[in-house]
């Protein structure tokens, strides 16, 4: 595979969201190793929770379709993280539940069979979101994606932007820069 197809997103919608700060700069670094990155916004892809009894009533909503059909197309994700009490957004979830459906209802995988994913993760405390990214990362294996061995976390995320949404800390950037090539090498 010469130039992967990469979807990126973050599992929030917050205005200020370190998570999507941080993912807007992993895409930039990742455009420059010349992969092709579409990045996306979970706000503009509103969805129902995951409710069967909802979807055999309704179908499966217009929003869960077209994200499905973004997974499919792509050869990769790139995934931000954020935590919530020790654990992974609703909303991460709910979009990962619902993309693991047929548009005609019942579980299929092949969105996320054979695929790639580098996770990141960004929260104000010591962790960095690392119990999300451990979460999403279970979730994802047991779904049949290949999970990249390195992730980046960033502890400590509510000092490290500046005004323009940048890591202030070169170090930081460098090892971003750093696993962001390792996972673009691993999927060419």
């Known amino acids: ?12 919608t917050r205005k200020e969201s370190f998570n999507r700060k941080l993912l807007t700069v992993a895409v930039e670094l990742a455009r420059q190793a010349d992969l092709d990155v579409e990045h996306i916004e979970l706000a503009d ?5 995951m409710d069967e009894d909802l979807e055999a009533e309704r179908g499966q ?3 869960a379709t077209a994200l499905r059909r973004l997974m499919l197309d792509a050869d ?8 919530y009490n020790s654990s992974i957004t609703p909303l991460m979830k709910n979009v990962i539940d619902w993309c693991s459906r047929k548009e005609s209802g ?10 790639n994913a580098l996770l990141l993760g960004a929260s104000p405390g010591r962790s960095g979101g690392k119990r999300s990214v451990e979460t999403v990362r ?36 460098d090892a ?13």
């Open 45 to 49: 892809f509103p969805l129902p929770f």
């Open 76 to 83: 990769a994700f790139m995934l931000a993280c954020p935590e």
């Open 138 to 173: 279970s979730i994802l294996g047991n779904i049949g994606v290949e999970v990249f061995d390195k992730e980046f976390t960033l502890p400590g995320a509510g000092d490290a932007f500046d005004d323009l949404g940048q890591l202030r800390d070169v170090e930081m950037v």
């Open 106 to 115: 019942g579980g299929d995988l092949s969105p996320y069979s054979d695929k």
């Open 176 to 188: 971003l820069k750093a696993i962001v090539k390792a996972f673009s090498d691993s999927i060419r």
């Open 61 to 63: 909503p217009e929003n």
């Open 1 to 12: 595979m010469s130039n992967p197809r990469i979807l990126a997103f973050a599992g929030s």
